[in-house]
């Protein structure tokens, strides 16, 4: 079975710009979760998509952060403007179901200078 | 004050030693959930708890409800070992599961 596919794994940009991550879970996987992890801590729900609509998404910060989840199944997270306080690993999970066990992708890591 | 403290936070031991982490929660959970990461790479799930005590290979991990507690232990550990271990606890919420994770333990392990 295929695992959570994440990319880019890495992305280095600069303060101000833009970037994208992009996410596909385990076929037929409902619930997708992305994850902010900074150096040193542990990983921050940002949000979490059933099927296409947002479960929770009260720790993403909106003024720069934004996601969608158009046909329930890949999913991208978007920055824009980054902030250097922006760098960690990005990680996205699937569930085949809320409260089911999650699968976790390689991450992205990103750094913003 | 974090809802998941774990300890320790670093954690050293030698090849074959048993090892224990700690998981200590304040919130009300419906799950716990274990997670082992290894240095640039992936997470993967260990356990998920609700109640008394799994095991899987040379890992058990137990969880006291009442005491809002959990352990991970690792039976004769091994150098392979050698990662971040981080305790998450499920809640269960009108809008869907929050999940608090812990800030991990690494532990290594030396030959």
């Known amino acids: 079975e295929a695992g959570v596919a994440q990319s880019p794994r890495y992305k280095i940009i600069e303060k101000r710009q833009s970037v994208a991550f992009w996410c596909n879970p385990i076929?037929?996987?409902?619930?997708l979760y992305w994850y902010q992890q900074i150096l040193g801590q542990g990983p921050k729900l940002l949000i979490q998509?059933?099927?296409?609509?947002?479960?929770?998404d009260s720790q993403l910060p909106k003024d720069r952060f934004s996601a969608e989840r158009l046909k329930g199944v890949d999913s991208t997270l978007k920055i824009q403007p980054a902030k250097l306080e922006d760098s960690a690993v990005y990680l996205c999970?699937?569930?085949?179901?809320?409260?089911?066990?999650?699968?976790f992708g390689p991450g992205t890591r990103l750094l913003v200078l | 004050k974090n809802e998941v403290e774990q300890s320790p936070q670093n954690l050293t031991a030698q090849e074959g030693e048993f090892i224990t982490i700690n998981c200590s929660y304040s919130?009300?959970?419906?799950?716990l959930h274990w997670l082992q990461q290894h240095p640039g790479g992936g997470i993967v799930s260990l356990f998920m708890?609700?109640?008394g005590k799994k095991k899987h290979g040379r890992l058990i991990a137990t969880i006291n409800i009442q005491e809002k507690h959990s352990s991970l232990h690792i039976t004769a550990s091994h150098p392979r070992d050698s990662a971040v271990y981080i305790c998450?606890?499920?809640?269960?919420?009108?809008?869907?599961?929050?999940?608090?994770f812990g800030t991990g333990t690494s532990l290594t392990v030396i030959p």
């Open positions: 999970a699937s569930s085949s179901g809320l409260g089911e066990t999650q699968y």
């Open positions: 076929s037929g996987h409902a619930t």
């Open positions: 998509f059933q099927n296409n609509g947002v479960v929770d």
């Open positions: 919130v009300g959970i419906s799950a």
């Open positions: 708890l609700s109640s």
């Open positions: 998450a606890a499920r809640q269960v919420a009108n809008t869907g599961n929050q999940f608090y």
